[in-house]
């Protein structure tokens, strides 16, 4: 049951996260194409994506689930379902017009610079925590030395 609590909480946590920064940029667009308010369909959309979103990466990214994979498998597991997953949620909350071919384009492009531009930046949030978290260890070792 802890476990299970530990999961929940990690997995609201994401959601609420990811929903914040949906949103934020969700009103970035509006603002940028001259847009005054904000259908709620759309936000009971991204709600959806980012439950289902922040729930994948629990599965694809951390131990739950998955116990041994390599990050770039599993960065092409999180995009090969969840592409499908927020076209099917675009399509159902009538994000773009969904006849268009280059709106699907347009789509799955910035769905691609978008898991870029987050991977590259966990990548390197990593390795600088990854650094910070050695020259600790190396001057806790020293200390032990000296003491």
Same mark, same amino acid.
């Given at each position: 049951m802890k476990k299970f609590l530990k999961f929940v909480a990690a997995w609201?946590?994401?959601?609420? *996260?990811m929903f914040s920064a949906a949103v934020a940029i969700y009103l970035v667009f509006c603002w940028f194409f001259?847009? #005054?308010r904000v259908p709620v369909g759309v936000l009971w959309g991204? /709600? /959806?994506?980012? /439950?289902a979103g922040s729930l994948l990466q629990g599965v694809c990214f $951390?131990?739950?689930?998955?116990?041994r994979m390599r990050?770039? *498998?599993?960065l092409a597991l999180f995009a090969?379902?969840?592409l499908p997953l927020? $076209? #099917?949620? #675009?399509?159902?909350?009538r994000w773009f017009p969904a006849g268009r071919l280059g709106a699907w384009l347009v789509f #799955?492009?910035?769905? /691609?610079v978008f898991l870029a531009v987050f991977t590259v930046g966990f990548e390197i949030y990593y390795r600088a925590t990854g650094k910070r978290y050695d020259g600790l260890l190396g001057q806790y070792r020293r200390q032990q030395e000296d003491s």
């Open positions: 609201k946590t994401g959601a609420s *996260l001259g847009e #005054a991204l /709600l /959806l994506a980012c /439950l $951390s131990q739950w689930v998955i116990r990050y770039s *498998l599993r090969a379902v969840y927020l $076209s #099917a949620i #675009a399509w159902w909350c #799955a492009g910035v769905f /691609l």
